[in-house]
Structures are given as structure tokens and as C-alpha cells.
């Protein structure tokens, strides 16, 4: 009997050595993709190692790429989606995606994705893409094998690459956008309409920021990893490798050849770096691989650990010499945003794992806005968002877009739900609060009007040109 049974049982196993070269590549649990090749629950999703054009035109949305030029000679391409089903005018949505991505996750998860959903409710909506992603991985002088390419952080993509695109947005549609960010996506919002508020207030109608990450005062998650990626992204810069994940093609490709035979490893490297979540469908394994990691500056990062460490919202610190050169002043500014003036909504889950109580209600004080409001989004049911939730929770559309809907018709979005109003997290972090409001001691000079802004920063630019950043 056992010299039956033992061929049966390796037969059985066979399909899992070769489940790479047939078509099966989605399955709802993860041990399936053990068995993709034979499980009748598993099936082929053509969305896989695909891109946003050819989901898009798939599921049967319009779409049209454009292409703008920054004034340091980035290329970005910003997508244009409309749906056959919107009838009337249109309003437009600018979305702007997260740290090392790009525009596809707003596209990859069929009638769940956030793209599909409001271009369908009459929305004419915008998918930016920030430099270096890999959809704008190009410039007039520059290669992303050239390491100058990399030169440039948060305030960069702030202060040139969202502008540059909202402008188009604004030229192309006649109408102010409504931008919605997620991650990085809300940081750098926050970064431009503080510092250009008449500018911002001339192409945004209201900002709506999906897990809001600008105050990082305590996390956990940075707060393990930043003894490792500190020294780390210093080496990477003395190194002038300022660059990663740039090759997008043979990483996504790679990752989804692997992860149908180590599912189980994929899902807790996505929670690693993504947070854990109880929300996302082991079906949508291979897609997100498909699109994660993008293209990204080293100092991005840096500048999010300057920000965790400072326990400001702070522009760039490039060390006390340059810092002195670039901004007159030996600590870098920090951005005042209590001259943000556009209406705020404020989409966080509770089981973020960059949310902390404190550091969201301090952005919450600080934030100018006549209008502003913050919904913790799932908790009322008690599903509470994690920050990959935001892309890829199977419950999207009631817990979230919904929501979101009401806040974009008039229909309020509440107060402070969700426990803003409570007692903040229990920490030793006590030293923090003197530096809340630190939006509000920045440097006047710096802040003198967007045409003085602008000045600045193209000094800094001309600066950055004929310096390699120092630290």
C-alpha cells in the first residue's frame, strides 16, 4: 500500500514545480498557490505583470497618458481616466500614490479600484506619478543609471512635481481637482499647499489624504527599522547609489515567479513593509507584487527618518554648512501648516502602522483649514484600516469610498470620530509636546509669498546642481 500511496502523493505535489509556466496566478488562500495549477479555485488574472494602460483599457474605462516636463527636466506621466457610464460634466480627481509605488495600485484590483469606482460617479480622474517611479523615469539630460537623477527628496517632488502636474490637471479640465493622496501621497500635499497656498488654492478645491503620514513622533515601525536603515542609507550615499528599486521589471517579475511557491513568505514581507491587515485578499498576492517596489530617491527616506527624529515637519536637513547656504539658516524650516487653507479630510485606520493618536492630532490642531474633519475609517464596524488597507482592503467600497463620496457631496464626514477626542497613546514621549506647532516657527522669510518660493527653490535647485547633497 505504501508503494502506492507514496507516488500518489508526489504526483499530487508535481503541479507545484511547474505552477510558474501555467496560467494560474490568483487564489483565495495562500497555501493554494501551492497547488494553483489544479485547485479549481484558483485562476488566471491577466492583470498580473501588466500596466496601468492595459488594465485600464481591459475593464473597459478610457484612458490617455500625458506627459509633462518639470523645470529640472523630470518627465511625469499623469493618466486620465473616464468612464463610458458618467454622463454630464465631469469633475476632476487628482490622486497621487504612495513611497516606492506608482499609479497602479489605483487600477489593479478590477471594480474595487479606487480609479474605476469614481470615474464611473462622473469623475474625470488624474493618476499622477512622482519622478523616479516607473512611470516617470525619464528626463531630458538624465538616466536613472545616472546618480544625479536621484538627487532629490520630499521637498522636491512637493514643491516641483505636484504643481507641475496639477497645473496640467487644471489646464486640461478648466476646473480645480480635488487631490487625494495616500502615504507619501498626503505628505507631500501637505508639504505644497502650507508652502504655496495661493498656488495650491488656485488648482485644489479640497485635499482628501488617505492614511495621512507626516508627523512620526514614537512609531514603532521607525522607530525598529531606523537603526538599521540609518547607517545603512548613509552608506548607500557616500556609495552615490541613490537610487532603488529602479528596476522595476526584473524585480516584479522575479517577485511574481517566487511568491506562488513561498506565498506565505510574500504575505509577511508585505507586512513588514506594508503593515499587517486582515483585509487583504490573498487573490491580490501577485498583483500587488506587480506594481511594488517603484523607483525611489534615497533621501525620500531620509527625510522621513529626519522628520521621526526631529519630531517636526521639516524640510530637508543637508547638515548645518548646508543647510546655512540653502535656507540661511543652520536647522532646515519646517512647513506652516497653519497656512493651509484648503478644506482637509482626514482618512486614517486605526491599525496604520505609522497611525499614532498623538501625532494625528497634532496634525489635526496645526492644520489651518476652516474645513477639516477625520474619520477613522472601518472602526465603526470594527474592521479598522491598516495602511495598506487604503489600496487593498476587500471592503473598499462601503468602508471607504463611500465615505469619501458624502465628503465630496456636501455630506459632512463627521468631527472628530474614531477617537481623536480621546486620551492620546500611552508612551514615554512626553518631550514632544513642546515641539507641537511646530509648523508655526518657521522661518518668515522663507514663507514670503509663492513668487519667493519659487525663487527659493530654484535657487536651491541651481545650489544642488554644483553640490552633491553633503550627509
Known amino acids: 500500500m505504501n508503494y502506492i500511496l507514496l507516488p500518489s502523493f508526489i504526483f499530487l505535489f508535481i503541479p507545484c514545480a511547474f505552477s510558474l509556466s501555467l496560467q494560474n496566478n490568483a487564489c483565495p488562500l495562500l497555501l493554494e498557490y501551492h497547488v494553483a495549477a489544479v485547485s479549481p479555485r484558483c485562476y488566471h488574472n491577466p492583470d498580473v505583470l501588466s500596466n496601468v494602460m492595459t488594465v485600464t483599457q481591459r475593464h473597459g474605462y478610457q484612458i490617455k497618458a500625458n506627459s509633462v516636463t518639470t523645470s529640472d527636466g523630470y518627465i511625469l506621466t499623469v493618466y486620465k481616466i473616464t468612464s463610458r457610464k458618467a454622463q454630464g460634466p465631469m469633475k476632476p480627481m487628482f490622486i497621487q500614490h504612495g513611497v516606492a509605488t506608482n499609479s497602479g495600485p489605483w487600477v489593479d484590483i478590477g471594480n474595487r479600484s479606487i480609479a474605476f469606482y469614481f470615474a464611473d460617479k462622473g469623475w474625470a480622474v488624474y493618476l499622477g506619478n512622482t519622478r523616479g517611479s516607473t512611470y516617470s523615469n525619464k528626463h531630458v539630460k538624465l538616466t536613472t543609471h545616472d546618480a544625479k537623477f536621484w538627487n532629490y527628496n520630499l521637498d522636491d517632488i512637493a514643491a516641483v512635481d505636484i504643481p507641475t502636474q496639477l497645473e496640467f490637471v487644471f489646464n486640461d479640465s478648466g476646473q480645480k481637482a480635488v487631490y487625494v493622496g495616500h502615504s507619501m501621497g498626503t505628505t507631500v500635499s501637505f508639504m505644497f499647499a502650507s508652502k504655496y497656498p495661493d498656488l495650491a488654492s488656485q488648482y485644489l478645491e479640497r485635499i482628501v489624504a488617505l492614511a495621512p503620514v507626516v508627523y512620526l513622533n514614537g512609531d514603532l515601525a521607525i522607530t525598529l527599522i531606523k537603526p538599521i536603515a540609518t547607517p ?101 524650516p519646517t512647513y506652516p501648516l497653519k497656512n493651509l487653507r484648503l478644506p482637509v479630510h482626514l482618512f486614517y485606520g486605526e491599525n496604520d502602522s505609522l497611525y499614532r493618536k498623538k501625532n494625528l492630532k497634532r496634525l489635526f490642531n ?63 514621549d512626553d518631550d514632544e509636546d513642546e515641539d507641537e506647532g511646530g509648523g508655526d516657527d518657521a522661518d518668515e522669510n522663507d514663507h514670503q509669498g509663492d513668487d519667493d518660493d519659487k525663487d527659493d527653490k530654484k535657487e536651491n535647485e541651481d545650489k544642488k546642481d554644483d553640490d552633491d547633497k553633503d550627509n
Open 232 to 332: 545603512l542609507l548613509d552608506i548607500l550615499d557616500i556609495l552615490h547609489i541613490w537610487g532603488l528599486f529602479h528596476h522595476e521589471t526584473l524585480i516584479h517579475t522575479f517577485l511574481v515567479k517566487f511568491c506562488p511557491n513561498a506565498p506565505l513568505v510574500c504575505r509577511l514581507f508585505l507586512d513588514i513593509f506594508a503593515g499587517k491587515t486582515t483585509q487583504f485578499s490573498a487573490a491580490d498576492l501577485l498583483v500587488y507584487y506587480s506594481y511594488w517596489p517603484s523607483g525611489n530617491s534615497i533621501f525620500q527616506f531620509k527625510q522621513y527618518l529626519q522628520i521621526a527624529s526631529s519630531k517636526k515637519f521639516q524640510m530637508y536637513d543637508f547638515g548645518l554648512i548646508k543647510n546655512k547656504q540653502i535656507y540661511g539658516s543652520f536647522k532646515p
Open 366 to 428: 496645526e492644520i489651518g483649514s476652516e474645513e477639516k474633519t477625520a474619520l477613522a475609517v472601518g472602526s465603526d464596524v470594527g474592521k479598522p484600516f491598516d495602511h495598506i488597507d487604503f489600496l487593498y482592503s476587500e471592503n473598499l467600497i462601503e468602508l471607504l469610498y463611500e465615505k469619501m463620496a458624502q465628503v465630496l457631496v456636501g455630506g459632512g464626514g463627521g468631527g472628530l470620530p474614531g477617537g481623536l477626542e480621546g486620551a492620546d497613546d500611552d508612551d514615554d
